[in-house]
């Protein structure tokens, strides 16, 4: 059985988590959450927002992605990751691996997620509590050619899951839609 990976990188509170869990649930067989804060307090404890740690942030997080997939997990990353040479790294190590691998850019734009700062973190980026955040001092490159572009400001939540279910998994999207429930799948 063969596994793949999900890649959703934008901006934080562009929707990647909500996104990555909404499409999980409708999954059956072995699926994974990797959630970039969830790792930045466990593997990646210690690591900062420089480029260089971003970017070692990432490569950790695709090398783990590209793992589970590689034994059959779909894996759904859920990361910020917004440098293009990372990510194209990432895609790299998926390709030497045979692994399906899938750029998902969650294109809302700044001037929603900062609206929307589900962690209260944009504010304190503006009030200079923090340096480097995303969006507000960092920069962030998006996707030239993703596999897939989520527009958050016009869809729902489940509209923009039922987007990478058809993307990755036709079928199982096609049953979602028609409201099957998941046990009888
Ligand atoms: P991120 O993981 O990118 O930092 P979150 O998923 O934690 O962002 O938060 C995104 C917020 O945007 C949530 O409150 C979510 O309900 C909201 N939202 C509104 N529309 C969408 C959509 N179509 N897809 C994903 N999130 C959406």
Redesign the pocket.
């Known amino acids: 059985m063969r596994g793949l990976t999900v890649w959703l990188t934008?901006?934080?509170?562009?929707?990647?988590?909500?996104?990555a869990n909404a499409v999980a649930e409708q999954l059956d067989g072995p699926v994974q959450v990797l959630d970039g804060d969830e790792i930045r307090e466990f593997l990646s404890n210690g690591l900062g927002f420089t480029k260089a740690d971003r970017d070692t942030q990432v490569l950790r997080v695709g090398w783990v992605a590209k793992t589970l997939a590689t034994h059959g997990v779909t894996v759904l990353a859920?990361l910020v990751s917004p440098y293009a040479d990372a990510r194209d790294k990432v895609r790299a190590l998926h390709g030497e691996a045979g692994v399906d691998f899938y750029e998902v850019h969650?294109a809302t734009p700044v001037e929603v997620t900062r609206e929307?700062d589900?962690k209260g973190l944009y504010a304190r980026a503006y009030a200079g509590e923090i340096e480097n955040f995303t969006g507000v001092q960092d920069p962030y490159e998006a996707p030239v050619s993703p596999d897939l572009r989520?527009d958050?400001q016009h869809?729902?939540?489940a509209?923009?899951a039922a987007r990478v279910l058809e993307l990755i998994h036709p079928t199982t999207a096609l049953r979602a839609a028609a409201g099957t429930p998941k046990e009888t799948r």
């Not at 934080?12 to 988590?17: F, I, L, M, R, W």
């Open positions: 934008g901006l934080p509170s562009a929707g990647k988590t909500t996104i859920s969650v929307r589900v989520i958050t869809e729902t939540v509209e923009s």
